[in-house]
């Protein structure tokens, strides 16, 4: 054996076999603080380091192991408690702890996983009141998400018929504990968005934090936060918070609060058809007083007693009216009667060649004294008409030495100049 030559394969095989025969290794548990957490996107392996105050070891979780144990997802800083065991990883020859389960040193998995996924929604937005949709106040039909049978049903179902017997249940059965529950609870929110209802009440009774994990679930809360009829979580008592809290539409601390909160007190209703009652009474009342009065005001005007004169009245105008059209019409008739008398009568219609004996005798005149101011009559006696610049001279004055004259004749035009 002291003169066997190994190779570096053997060698780190050799240490792993070591290792594995070792009970102490095979189911370990080792506590310390995460860092360096990473996970392969391909794989979905998840690789970190394991440290204290003094040492490392390397660490793995395998995609599968994460899947059927882990409860949160781990973070660098986090102090925790992993179970599994330590073998040689004999390519590089390190060795490493290959985790099978992982819980949180001082505080439990399930709490870890609440704040991380409450963190995670909240800062995507879900619990924002932007998003709340208002309870309505007259539900003609509501639905129940919850146990076919215990407390809860029962209190719903009588808080409801006690306050508002009108409004119509609905039982949508659904597992409230377990692994499968989370899928039946979604199934069930769905199936009831079916069957017309107002309002969705989804909920459970009270229970230890493993009790009510369903409903911290991440698909029920967002199938909660995307479910279209407004919706009120009632998950265990006044002290239980989950989730499904944060992103319903209203969280009750009960589920009989959450029937409450769902429907009116039909006594309440009642009260307050009676005030608005009451209120619409005297309204109408004070009305028709009011009106009552303006309608004895107009009932004594004189219009109304005697209805006639607004008659009569306007008959006197249009009498007026038409004996004034009468007067006028007979007035103008008159007139033209007159003129046409006068025309039928006038001593141009009955001589007309004496008028016009007259006017030719006018022409002849008129023409005889256009004759004696004919210049040109004047021209033939042998006088003539001198001109500057077209215009008649009438005096010596209106001439100069220098400007050339026009000197008309009767038979011609002499052009001459003043020296």
Request: charged share 30%; with cysteine.
């Amino acid at each position: 054996m002291e003169n066997k030559t190994f190779t570096v394969s053997e060698i780190n095989s050799l240490i792993n076999r070591k290792l594995k025969m070792d009970p102490n290794f095979k189911n370990i548990l080792v506590k310390g603080e995460i860092s360096n957490f990473s996970t392969n996107a391909f794989s979905g392996h998840s690789y970190f380091t394991l440290k204290d105050e003094n040492s490392q070891i390397d660490a793995v979780m395998f995609k599968f192991m994460k899947d059927k144990y882990l409860e949160f997802e781990p973070e660098d800083g986090m102090k925790v408690i992993i179970k599994g065991k330590i073998e040689v990883y004999v390519k590089n020859g390190k060795y490493q702890l290959y985790a099978t389960k992982i819980t949180l040193d001082g505080i439990g998995n399930l709490y870890a996983a609440f704040e991380q996924l409450k963190k995670k929604l909240e800062m995507e937005g879900l619990f924002s009141e932007s998003y709340k949709k208002e309870i309505p106040s007259y539900p003609k039909r509501i639905g129940v998400v919850t146990a076919a049978t215990g407390a809860v049903v029962n209190d719903i179902y009588t808080t409801v018929k006690r306050r508002y017997p009108i409004c119509e249940i609905l039982i949508f059965p659904t597992l409230v504990q377990g692994d499968q529950a989370k899928f039946n609870i979604v199934k069930q929110i769905r199936h009831a968005q079916e069957h017309d209802i107002d309002t969705l009440i989804v909920g459970r009774g009270g229970g230890s934090i493993e009790d009510l994990w369903p409903f911290n679930e991440e698909i029920v809360v967002r199938e909660i936060f995307k479910c279209k009829v407004p919706t009120i979580s009632a998950v265990g008592h006044e002290t239980d918070y989950t989730i499904s809290d944060f992103v319903a539409d209203k969280r009750a601390p009960t589920p009989t609060a959450a029937a409450e909160m769902a429907v009116p007190s039909l006594n309440e209703v009642k009260f307050r058809v009676d005030n608005l009652k009451e209120k619409i009474t005297k309204n109408v009342t004070s009305k028709l007083g009011e009106k009552r009065i303006i309608l004895n005001h107009i009932s004594q005007k004189q219009v109304l007693k005697n209805p006639e004169e607004i008659y009569e009245i306007k008959q006197m105008h249009l009498d007026n009216i038409l004996n004034k059209l009468d007067y006028a019409s007979k007035n103008i008739i008159a007139t033209n009667r007159n003129k046409l008398f006068k025309l039928e009568n006038s001593r141009v219609l009955k001589n007309p060649d004496e008028i016009i004996v007259k006017k030719k005798e006018r022409y002849n005149k008129n023409m005889n004294k256009l004759e004696v101011l004919n210049p040109l009559l004047t021209l033939k006696r042998g006088y003539s008409i001198a001109k500057s610049k077209d215009k008649v001279i009438s005096s010596a004055k209106d001439v100069k030495v220098g400007d050339e004259i026009d000197i008309e004749f009767d038979d011609g035009i002499v052009n001459t100049k003043v020296i």
